[in-house]
């Protein structure tokens, strides 16, 4: 089985790296204005792997960031996954154009998951889905309104589509340094034959270190934002965690 991955995240909000509490646009603090420039620093600490949101996109419903994201793509190597805003096929086709290597879906997968299939289809190993939760039901539109889905639910309607990962949010818990609801990511791991990625509340070693617990080898991996921006976890001492050296 391959180590699991931890993914470094840059969420982007008026061209800045920005991280938010619970979910909140009025309550973003800065980490860095050169977007490029951090994912130049993700790589060099040694990630293999770069999460990236346009937070303005994804209650736009388009691509506010996205000179952003093009100078992301333009000072990395990693392969980039890309969410926020993505909501017709064409959005779709334009990002993995660029060179992102996987595209999330969220808001649209609630609310047309034909088109998510569609997508499946025509562009294999590159589509996943973002399952964000609020209070145990999905929620859409940047997290500003919750339908009435469960994140199991909705991930069994894709669970023939060829979707290549489940990213999965516990926006209770996001940017404000809780720990990982490892419960109910967990939980919707084993309901569903696609790989899952933990996301929102990892705070500390402690996550790092329950990654590699025999329950939560099934995920794919984690996000992490405001425990690296803000120290809270050593680059070099989790990427030794997660490839078994002590």
Same mark, same amino acid.
């Given at each position: 089985m391959a180590d699991p991955i931890l993914f470094p995240a840059i969420d982007l909000k008026g061209g800045e790296c920005v991280r938010l509490?619970?979910?909140? %646009?009025? =309550?973003?603090?800065?980490?860095? *204005?050169?977007?490029?420039?951090q994912a130049r620093s993700f790589q060099g600490q040694g990630f293999r792997y770069l999460h990236v949101v346009d937070l303005d996109g994804a209650f736009a419903g388009e691509a506010v960031n996205g000179a952003a994201v093009e100078a992301i793509l333009g000072a990395t190597t990693n392969p980039v996954q890309l969410g926020g805003g993505i909501r017709t096929l064409d959005h779709v086709r334009y990002w993995l154009g660029k060179g992102i290597a996987r595209v999330i879906l969220g *808001?649209? !997968?609630?609310?047309?998951?034909?088109?998510?299939? =569609?997508?499946c289809a025509l562009f294999p190993g590159q589509i996943a889905v973002g399952i964000d939760a609020k209070g145990g039901k999905v929620?859409?539109?940047?997290?500003?309104? *919750?339908?009435?889905?469960t994140g199991v639910e909705l991930a069994a309607r894709f669970e023939d589509a060829g979707v290549a990962a489940i990213i999965y949010t516990d926006i209770d818990r996001d940017g404000v340094l809780a720990g990982i609801n490892w419960e109910s990511t967990i939980q919707l791991a084993n309901s569903t034959p696609i790989?899952?990625?933990?996301?929102?509340? @990892?705070?500390? %070693?402690?996550?790092?270190?329950? %990654?590699?617990e025999p329950d939560a080898l099934i995920l794919e991996g984690?996000?992490?934002?405001?425990? @690296?921006?803000?120290?809270?976890?050593? !680059?070099?001492? !989790?990427?030794?965690? @997660?490839?078994?050296?002590?």
């Open positions: 509490k619970l979910g909140d %646009m009025d =309550q973003a603090t800065v980490y860095n *204005t050169d977007p490029a420039a *808001t649209i !997968a609630v609310r047309d998951p034909e088109l998510v299939k =569609q997508a929620a859409v539109e940047g997290w500003a309104e *919750t339908s009435e889905l790989p899952v990625i933990a996301s929102g509340g @990892l705070a500390s %070693m402690d996550d790092i270190n329950r %990654m590699i984690a996000i992490s934002g405001r425990a @690296l921006y803000d120290g809270r976890i050593n !680059a070099d001492a !989790a990427l030794a965690v @997660l490839r078994g050296e002590n």
